[in-house]
Structures are given as structure tokens and as C-alpha cells.
């Protein structure tokens, strides 16, 4: 089986995930700071591991239009 490409969404998946955690356990409906700060950690250790050039020059955590108009043949 191929292994899977870390890409930014699953990284900011990753993220996501990690914080929703933290909020759950903390007995949160919603997201604290701190539980912002987790994504973002999760999220930055993550980054750099992305395999994809395009995606990586792209912004996290917003949509991002670069990947359409970058050529990934360089």
C-alpha cells in the first residue's frame, strides 16, 4: 500500500483535531486560546513535513489561490 502525502489540509486537519481534544477534555464547547495554540503547534510541526512545494508557499489556515496559478513542473 502507497504510503499517504502529508498535504496542508491534512495537516491543518491534524490541528484541528489536536485542539478539539484539548477543548473536550477541558469540558469547552468552544476553543480558548490555548486551545488556538494547540492547533498551531500541531499544525507547525506538521508544516514543515509537507511533501507538496505549491502547497507549501501557500498561507495555513485560509484558503489559499497560489496552487492555480504556480506551474509544480519547476
Known amino acids: 500500500m502507497p504510503?499517504?502525502?502529508?498535504?496542508?489540509?491534512?495537516?491543518?486537519?491534524?490541528g484541528w483535531d489536536a485542539a478539539n481534544r484539548?477543548?473536550?477534555a477541558g469540558?469547552?464547547?468552544a476553543?480558548?486560546?490555548?486551545?488556538?495554540n494547540?492547533?498551531?503547534?500541531?499544525?507547525?510541526?506538521?508544516?514543515?513535513?509537507?511533501t507538496h512545494k505549491v502547497e507549501r508557499d501557500c498561507c495555513p489556515f485560509r484558503g489559499c489561490m497560489n496552487s492555480i496559478f504556480t506551474n509544480d513542473d519547476e
Request: with cysteine; charged share 30%.
Open 38 to 50: 494547540i492547533a498551531w503547534r500541531e499544525f507547525g510541526r506538521l508544516w514543515p513535513l509537507c
Open 3 to 14: 504510503r499517504m502525502t502529508l498535504t496542508r489540509e491534512i495537516a491543518q486537519a491534524a
Open 22 to 24: 484539548a477543548m473536550r
Open 27 to 29: 469540558g469547552r464547547k
Open 31 to 36: 476553543w480558548s486560546e490555548e486551545d488556538a
